[in-house]
């Protein structure tokens, strides 16, 4: 499996961005997918995950301003990330649950991209 993620960048606080990640490669199936921020000196942390039947959690700092969503014909997630705040500041990492062709249950981690939110 490999994993592609855009849409990072800098921008002022109270702004949006939409970050994307693609999902690519032999597989037999692709469960929950999400997105995890790890800012500097911190742990990673999850900020929303979507699950193949279009089930969404979001972390609790998140809620009411970020907006997980799937494309499951594209293998595709998105992450539409609004009212962004200075603490939002932090490299974004995607993660994908999936079952290879012998069944056995992976999870498989992008290379993250950054995100800087402005004062």
């Known amino acids: 499996v490999q994993l592609q993620a855009s849409g990072g960048g800098l921008v002022q606080a109270g702004g949006s961005l939409r970050l994307s990640c693609a999902a690519s490669?032999?597989?037999?199936?692709?469960?929950?997918m999400g997105w995890y921020r790890q800012a500097p000196g911190e742990r990673r942390e999850l900020v929303a995950v979507?699950?193949?039947?279009?089930?969404?959690n979001y972390d609790n700092s998140v809620k009411g301003r970020f907006t997980i969503s799937r494309d499951n014909a594209k293998n595709t997630i998105y992450l539409q990330m609004n009212s962004l705040k200075v603490e939002d500041t932090a490299v974004y990492y995607c993660?994908?649950?999936?079952?290879?062709?012998?069944?056995?249950?992976?999870?498989?981690w992008g290379q993250g991209t950054q995100v800087t939110v402005s004062s």
């Open positions: 490669g032999s597989f037999y199936s692709i469960n929950d």
């Open positions: 979507i699950t193949g039947g279009g089930t969404t």
């Open positions: 993660n994908v649950q999936y079952r290879t062709r012998m069944l056995n249950l992976e999870t498989y």
